[in-house]
């Protein structure tokens, strides 16, 4: 299938397309640094044993599917190495990867990708609060998968929306432990007999923190085990771009006619928070220069205890200190520090408010320049 966009993307990348064929031969075809962000949710190479039953003796529909299977851990590495140099020549120099495997793959391809040159930012562990059971009683309940999210190398500006992720987390930073459930109700795909359309659909919820805190509306980001197509549909709820790859035929006609029914949010509800380290930089220099405040102009600290006043290059000069807006904030208070925006006020009809406005006007003139 595929959908229209009007984003631009790499030329000849086949955007809002599921590709079919082996993810490490399609990726090789696609054209090299054109990827922002990668999500992959490899084969887990789960090794069961057998079938396996629930205590009343009902069969357990578990992955037992032929993807998931490898001959030697040596074949499963051999195919991580693979995949993941195809990644990698996919990524642009400031792209990052997600992967996420369980106990029983993650540890190898954690180590795969630091023998591959990416550098690792965070493990996250993704705690289901429904984990399904261990029925057989011989074991934990395995309530939680391991995602790796990593930075092509070392050094990398990678895109990290930090307050975005904060505001999902109710003002607080947002931890590397993520309690979500598992995907199960209404948005648990079903074929037509009724079973499970993939026997391990991730939920949305978690692909729309990974997309929000870490992409770009307008980035593309590739799903190279696209199985039934979460990755594509909350990509274009979110007005990013997405490429998926997938062998199994069943799955793709699954992903296509969920994607197709998928409708992008509007513009304004996709902004998100932005930090302020990723506002432009204003020198205080530049409000004196743009007549904003004149040299000579008395500030007032925000306590109403000292005074200072604007010089002609953008300094201060107050009771015994001189020097930038934030040195003579600190000196008088005899503090380490001072963010001086917040701390000099300037009277305004007979007001004292943060000279922090003007920085705040420029910035707004710069955005709309």
Not at 32 to 45: C, G, M, R, T, W
Not at 59 to 85: C, E, M, P
Request: aromatic share 8%; hydrophobic share 40%; charged share 25%.
């Amino acid at each position: 299938m595929a959908i229209k966009t009007n984003l631009k993307g790499a030329p000849g990348l086949p955007l809002n397309r599921i590709i079919a064929g082996d993810c490490i031969r399609e990726m090789n075809a696609l054209p090299e640094a054109s990827v922002d962000l990668i999500f992959a949710d490899p084969p887990y190479n789960l090794q069961l044993k057998g079938a396996l039953h629930r205590p009343d003796n009902s069969r357990v529909d578990a992955v037992d599917d032929h993807w998931d299977q490898f001959s030697s851990f040596r074949a499963y590495d051999r195919f991580t190495r693979d995949w993941l140099a195809a990644a990698r020549r996919l990524l642009k120099p400031h792209g990052a990867i997600w992967v996420i495997g369980s106990y029983h793959n993650i540890f190898r391809v954690g180590s795969a990708l630091q023998d591959a040159g990416f550098w690792i930012l965070n493990d996250v562990v993704w705690r289901k609060s429904n984990p399904m059971p261990n029925f057989r009683g011989k074991r934990l309940t395995n309530a939680h998968e391991t995602m790796i999210w990593a930075s092509k190398e070392a050094g990398a500006k990678y895109t990290f929306n930090y307050e975005a992720l904060k505001a999902l987390n109710d003002g607080v930073q947002m931890r590397s432990d993520w309690v979500l459930p598992i995907c199960n109700g209404a948005e648990r795909l079903k074929d037509e007999a009724g079973n499970k359309a993939h026997p391990t659909q991730k939920p949305e919820s978690l692909l729309h923190r990974i997309l929000v805190g870490t992409s770009n509306p307008g980035d593309v980001v590739l799903d190279p085990f696209f199985g039934t197509g979460t990755t594509g549909a909350v990509a274009r709820k979110l007005g990013r771009d997405f490429i998926g790859i997938e062998r199994e035929a069943a799955y793709r006609a699954v992903a296509g006619k969920r994607i197709a029914g998928v409708r992008r949010f509007d513009r304004d509800a996709l902004e998100v928070s932005v930090s302020k380290r990723a506002e432009p930089r204003v020198p205080f220099g530049q409000v004196v220069e743009r007549g904003l405040l004149r040299p000579g102009a008395e500030l007032w600290s925000v306590n109403g205890r000292f005074k200072a006043r604007v010089r002609a290059d953008g300094t201060l000069v107050g009771h015994d200190a001189n020097g930038s807006i934030h040195q003579v904030g600190a000196a008088l208070e005899g503090a380490p520090s001072c963010n001086g925006w917040t701390y000099w006020c300037f009277r305004h009809k007979g007001k004292r408010v943060p000279i922090d406005v003007l920085r705040q006007k420029i910035r707004a003139e710069m955005a709309g320049a």
